[in-house]
């Protein structure tokens, strides 16, 4: 056995002291570093035989092959378009999200579609709780091998006799490696096991999926190298009070990070949302003033999203200003410039507004919507239904342009639009004529089109 270290890690950053002190110099953050022994003996956690290691060459950059990386697609449609068209060979993806969003759910419904032998290590769940939920979500997989086991050194014995084709690991956080002595879930913990883990993927060119935990921050818990020696980090997000789920990617070295899924929570699992705006917008039998409808994007993805306000005089005195699924403070700047430039004395009145779904919205390109919405229930005025909106808001009362709107235009006229309304000085290439495009410069034209 080597000689006992002592270091100091930052909980926060990850950064290492070498003796402790009070506020880290790295995040400026106070009382965040801790003391944790390292054992650092020989070891040969996975096949570390130095005669079997390969030694890489310089090349010159035109012999290097220039192919594609090769990819197998998995069942579910919206994990592929986020990962860029499935998963390729030794690629570690690292999945994060809020404790019972469907992480867990999510790569059990993964690993038993996989027509490949799939090896399913957890360590926070027994085999027993993990069959209870694979008989709710799913049919039985043969393929699908289960595994209770928080030792590395463990699970890598079972990876030699298995030889699985793909490993998912739930979750990185609960894994501990006997060569460094500290508890599961420490700074040093999750990086040997990490790195343990990165190095049989890229050996074996096996893909491994790990599910991390996540601060109260929203940040995966652990050092943020983490998050650099992985190929690919994938956030899961939600409300657990709401059934929509949506994944997107915050790291993605073979695609882009724009993309994004959408699920819903049932009771059997997850569902894949194909036609998202199909289901985010409501069916009204009559027509209700407070309502419109926004042509958003989440990612490279088109959406469709109904926007309701409701304005009522001031019962208390002091007006409430209160936004859910978007922010409170942009929506005080929308009313502040519907007060100045267009004349509408709110200051009086109580403000509600809420994006349908349960989603948050931080594309400028709804507030042409919100103030529709806003207009639409302070004169109790309906909306009508086949129209929409895609255009920013300036100070000054200017309606502005946003990216890409023609991808806004073809989504709102798939879904049966007859008209929406830009800003005039947006460009696109090509006319739409199942569709009537109006054109408007400032909010105050906005106000005679609606009012």
């Given at each position: 056995m080597a000689k006992t270290k002592t270091t100091f890690f930052c909980q926060n950053c990850g950064a290492q002291f070498s003796k402790w002190q009070g506020q880290c110099t790295s995040c400026r953050q106070w009382?965040?570093?801790?003391?944790?022994?390292?054992?650092?003996?020989?070891?040969?956690?996975?096949?570390?035989?130095?005669?079997?290691?390969?030694?890489?060459?310089?090349?010159?950059?035109?012999?290097?092959?220039?192919?594609s990386e090769a990819r197998f697609p998995t069942s579910d449609n919206e994990y592929n378009r986020v990962l860029g068209g499935g998963i390729v060979p030794g690629s570690v993806i690292l999945i994060g999200g809020e404790p019972g969003i469907g992480k867990s759910t999510l790569m059990l419904q993964l690993a038993l579609k996989f027509p490949i032998k799939t090896l399913y290590v957890s360590g926070e769940e027994s085999q027993k709780q993990i069959k209870m939920r694979a008989e709710r979500i799913s049919n039985k997989n043969n393929n699908c091998f289960i595994l209770t086991e928080t030792n590395t050194q463990n699970i890598f014995r079972q990876i030699e006799e298995l030889e699985p084709d793909i490993l998912i690991v739930d979750s990185i956080q609960t894994l501990h490696s006997d060569y460094i002595d500290s508890s599961a879930g420490s700074i040093s913990q999750i990086k040997e096991c990490a790195s343990d883990l990165i190095r049989y993927a890229k050996e074996t060119s096996t893909p491994v999926i790990l599910i991390g935990h996540i601060t109260k921050d929203g940040n995966i818990a652990g050092p943020k190298i983490l998050e650099h020696m992985v190929d690919t980090v994938l956030q899961f997000e939600g409300d657990r009070n709401h059934v929509f789920r949506i994944l997107r990617a915050q790291k993605n070295r073979f695609g882009s990070t724009s993309e994004l899924g959408i699920y819903e929570m049932q009771g059997f699992g997850l569902r894949e949302v194909s036609d998202p705006s199909d289901i985010l917008l409501s069916r009204k039998e009559e027509d209700l003033s407070g309502s419109a409808v926004a042509a958003t994007l989440e990612g490279m993805r088109p959406l469709?999203?109904?926007?309701?306000?409701?304005?009522?005089?001031?019962?208390?005195?002091?007006?409430?200003?209160?936004?859910?699924?978007?922010?409170?403070?942009?929506?005080?700047?929308?009313?502040?410039?519907?007060?100045?430039?267009?004349?509408?004395?709110?200051?009086?009145?109580?403000?509600?507004?809420?994006?349908?779904?349960?989603?948050?919205?931080?594309?400028?390109?709804?507030?042409?919507?919100?103030?529709?919405?806003?207009?639409?229930?302070?004169?109790?005025?309906?909306?009508p239904r086949d129209v929409c909106f895609a255009a920013e808001v300036g100070l000054s009362g200017e309606i502005r342009p946003v990216q890409r709107v023609e991808q806004r235009i073809l989504e709102a006229e798939k879904l049966g639009f007859s008209k929406i309304y830009i800003s005039k000085y947006s460009k696109f290439h090509s006319p739409k004529e199942g569709i009537q495009i109006i054109k408007l410069g400032r909010i105050e034209d906005l106000v005679n089109h609606l009012i």
């Open positions: 009382n965040t570093i801790v003391e944790e022994v390292i054992q650092k003996p020989q070891k040969s956690d996975w096949k570390s035989d130095v005669s079997n290691t390969k030694v890489s060459k310089p090349l010159k950059i035109d012999e290097i092959d220039g192919r469709m999203i109904e926007i309701q306000a409701l304005v009522s005089t001031a019962v208390y005195g002091t007006p409430q200003r209160s936004a859910t699924g978007f922010n409170a403070k942009r929506l005080n700047m929308l009313l502040a410039v519907l007060e100045k430039r267009a004349g509408f004395r709110l200051g009086t009145k109580d403000v509600f507004l809420n994006v349908t779904g349960g989603i948050t919205v931080d594309d400028p390109a709804i507030d042409l919507a919100v103030i529709a919405a806003i207009l639409s229930s302070n004169e109790d005025q309906p909306l």
